[in-house]
């Protein structure tokens, strides 16, 4: 039992202190359109700046996306301009819900390259 309470501790302080960082070049797009492509969302987002990684989580049963999507810039600085100006936007006639990912929404190694 003590050594895992020890593996514990020890893996909670690394995961708070990584994702933070990644986080804030990582936004959460929520509202998307059932028709919208990975390809429609990174010509929406590049404007801002370079983009390091899309991901579009899909429902597999459906055979479409879940709605949502995951855009990671390279610069925070381009996140945050990208969900000053996005926020609210409407693509394919759907209002984003544009914000910052959470750090336990985000895993890493996990985007498609864009």
Same mark, same amino acid.
């Given at each position: 039992?003590?050594? *895992? $309470?020890?593996?514990?501790? &020890?893996?909670?302080?690394?995961? *708070? *202190?990584?994702?933070?960082? #990644?986080?804030?070049?990582?936004?959460?797009? =929520?509202?998307?359109?059932?028709?919208?492509?990975?390809? *429609?969302?990174?010509?929406?987002?590049?404007?801002? =700046?370079?983009?390091?990684?899309?991901?579009?989580?899909?429902?597999?049963?459906?055979?479409? &996306?879940?709605?949502?999507?995951?855009?990671?810039?390279?610069?925070?600085?381009?996140?945050? $301009?990208?969900?000053?100006?996005?926020?609210?936007?409407?693509?394919?006639?759907?209002?984003?819900?544009?914000?910052?990912?959470?750090?336990?929404?985000?895993?890493? =190694?996990? #985007?498609?390259?864009?």
């Amino acid at each position: 039992n003590n050594k *895992t $309470e020890s593996l514990t501790s &020890h893996s909670n302080s690394l995961t *708070t *202190t990584t994702p933070v960082l #990644h986080s804030r070049r990582a936004l959460y797009v =929520g509202g998307l359109a059932d028709d919208i492509t990975d390809v *429609t969302l990174r010509a929406a987002m590049i404007p801002f =700046g370079p983009l390091k990684s899309i991901d579009m989580p899909m429902n597999y049963a459906k055979g479409t &996306h879940k709605g949502f999507a995951f855009v990671e810039f390279q610069d925070a600085d381009d996140a945050a $301009e990208a969900l000053y100006n996005m926020d609210g936007a409407e693509i394919l006639g759907r209002a984003l819900n544009v914000n910052l990912a959470q750090s336990n929404q985000v895993k890493l =190694g996990s #985007h498609k390259a864009v």
